[in-house]
């Protein structure tokens, strides 16, 4: 019955290396996002992406990259990772028009 | 204001009292709100929500309130329980090409038994 279901819940890395989080939603909507949360709680948009456009925040780095196999899943890898990038990654889908958007349960990524 | 610093805005009641989050939004071009709530370990779970046509939105003893005359909204929650201590978010979306959601700094909801 999961609606938003992200995968790992938890992923400790070292510096340098690549990653990916893994995404799925079977709530049937059109558009995908990724969010980055910060120590601080702070939660900001990262990439948005339906099936005609990906939307990317202008300050994420290029070792940032959505993909989309699919309607239902966006993965989000991460090349050469920096302890900078160590935060909690929320996964959330929502329909085209003004409505909510669903969360997954987030990603805590550490990078060691 | 928006809150600004180092350390997440806090709120402390007592149980069973009323309580009141506010935020400051920055586009006025923003037509769709929502107010989230964020528990320990779990995502964003959505409240309530209130398109810029209302000034004021009712659910189960939630009460979001609009001003757009001054960007500025409320979550009052009635009879506060233990249950509603969490981190609440206040989220704009204006009209863009995609339905992107832009947050508020938080505010950290901690009921006193």
């Known amino acids: 019955d999961t609606a938003v279901s992200q995968t790992p819940k938890y992923l400790v890395t070292q510096m340098g290396n690549d990653k990916s989080i893994k995404c799925e939603q079977n709530?049937?909507?059109?558009?995908m996002y990724w969010y980055k949360q910060d120590s601080k709680k702070f939660l900001k948009i990262m990439f948005s992406?339906?099936?005609?456009?990906?939307?990317i925040n202008e300050t994420v780095p290029n070792r940032f990259s959505p993909k989309s196999p699919d309607k239902a899943h966006l993965n989000l890898h991460i090349n050469s990772l920096e302890l900078g990038d160590s935060a909690v990654y929320f996964c959330?889908?929502?329909?085209?028009?003004?409505?909510?958007?669903?969360f997954g349960q987030g990603t805590r990524l550490t990078v060691v | 204001g928006e809150s600004v610093g180092l350390h997440l805005p806090t709120l402390s009641v007592q149980e069973g009292d009323n309580s009141i989050i506010n935020c400051a939004y920055s586009?006025?071009?923003?037509?769709?709100f929502i107010w989230y709530k964020q528990e320990s370990g779990k995502g964003p779970q959505f409240i309530i929500d209130i398109r810029s046509n209302m000034d004021k939105r009712q659910g189960q003893r939630v009460t979001v309130l609009l001003n757009k005359t001054v960007k500025h909204l409320s979550l009052q929650i009635a009879a506060t329980q233990p249950g509603d201590s969490a981190v609440y978010f206040c989220a704009e979306m204006g009209q863009t090409g995609a339905n992107n959601l832009f947050f508020g700094t938080g505010t950290r909801l901690t009921v006193i038994p």
């Open positions: 959330a889908s929502g329909r085209e028009t003004n409505t909510e958007a669903f």
């Open positions: 709530l049937g909507h059109d558009t």
């Open positions: 992406y339906n099936n005609k456009e990906l939307i």
């Open positions: 586009n006025s071009a923003s037509d769709y």
